[in-house]
């Protein structure tokens, strides 16, 4: 996928989540006053680009090119970023499956479970996503509903789950400091033999 393309397609998503927040949001946003809600939209709509940018670099690295992913997930975590993910039936109070700190070792964490599952391509889809902000910081929350392919006739594994975050304004625009994943089933389908 081009850089432009790449580019477009994250534009459009932002602009489709401002459309989403404005039409959901109003109400909260006056409840919660401020003299700038201009602003806070905009933040929000930045905000919530924070998850379809970190399912972009997944997938990416999904397809094999961790070098991009890694480039990807950078525009979305903060440098010191903690990254966990609880598998279905864990105790959420206890360690988490996997964890890293950093995008770059939490690229080739997601690398190594898509290898050692033979993946060959993913699809990351993120909805639900609800922001609460305390001046430049806040936690947001979104569903995931996930395909990854083994192979395209035969096999997919499907996870759905819910991730909780938490972020940060930087220098750089907001970015997400902490997420966790909390998936609460993972199937695997297969297409019956011929």
Not at 17 to 33: F, I, M, R, Y
Not at 98 to 106: K, S
Not at 183 to 188: A, E, H, P, V, Y
Request: net charge neutral; charged share 20%.
């Amino acid at each position: 996928m081009t850089l432009f393309r790449r580019r477009f397609i994250r534009a459009l998503a932002v602009a489709l989540s401002c459309l989403a927040t404005v039409a959901v949001t109003p109400v909260a946003d006056a409840k919660k006053g401020g003299s700038d809600a201009g602003q806070r939209l905009s933040d929000r709509a930045e905000i919530a680009d924070l998850t379809y940018c970190y399912a972009e670099g997944t997938d990416a690295i999904g397809r094999g090119e961790l070098a991009v992913g890694k480039a990807i997930y950078k525009e979305c975590f903060t440098t010191g970023a903690k990254v966990a993910a609880y598998f279905p039936g864990a105790d959420p109070n206890g360690p988490p499956g996997l964890l890293a700190v950093g995008t770059d070792a939490w690229a080739v964490a997601v690398q190594g479970v898509f290898e050692t599952n033979g993946y060959i391509s993913t699809q990351h889809l993120m909805s639900n996503i609800r922001i609460d902000l305390d001046g430049n910081s806040g936690t947001m929350t979104s569903y995931l509903s996930a395909t990854h392919v083994i192979d395209p006739a035969g096999a997919v594994e499907l996870a759905h789950g819910t991730y909780v975050d938490n972020i940060v304004r930087t220098s750089q625009g907001w970015r997400i400091s902490k997420r966790t994943l909390y998936l609460i089933s993972f199937l695997r389908l297969e297409s019956p033999a011929p």
